[in-house]
């Protein structure tokens, strides 16, 4: 069994920071690529960035390359998201996923964490 749960979610002007934490739990770390989705009501989840099991590669969607940086702890079982450069757009709820097989946007599977909301004020 594995265990998804993020945090670090919350409310932020636009132009602010915030870093996103998901720590995973139950399997080996090391075993799952990483990746964050978000979604808005109404919309279909969309893929933000996702990074390699050893954490040597990384992907990101086009509208946040520059702006958002996925990174992984393999110590502490984490992995984050650095968001800066927040826009009223980027207002949703992010959710972590751990994929055994796949990393990018066609990652999914069943170890997805329950979300942390993001909302950015204009």
């Known amino acids: 069994q594995v265990h998804v749960v993020e945090s670090g979610g919350g409310l932020v002007q636009a132009g602010g920071s915030l870093r996103l934490s998901c720590v995973v739990s139950?399997?080996?770390?090391?075993?799952?690529?990483m990746g964050w989705f978000r979604q808005v009501p109404g919309k279909e989840r969309e893929f933000v960035a996702a990074?390699?099991?050893?954490?040597?590669?990384?992907y990101y969607v086009s509208f946040v390359k520059g702006r958002f940086t996925i990174s992984r702890d393999k110590a502490n079982n984490t992995v984050y998201l650095q968001m800066n450069s927040l826009k009223p757009e980027d207002t949703a709820v992010y959710y972590c996923?751990?994929?055994?097989?796949?990393?990018?946007?066609?990652?999914?599977?069943?170890?997805w964490g329950q979300g942390t909301q993001v909302t950015v004020s204009s």
């Open positions: 996923v751990a994929d055994p097989k796949r990393v990018g946007p066609a990652m999914g599977g069943d170890y």
């Open positions: 990074v390699s099991w050893s954490g040597d590669d990384t």
């Open positions: 139950g399997r080996t770390f090391s075993s799952y690529a």
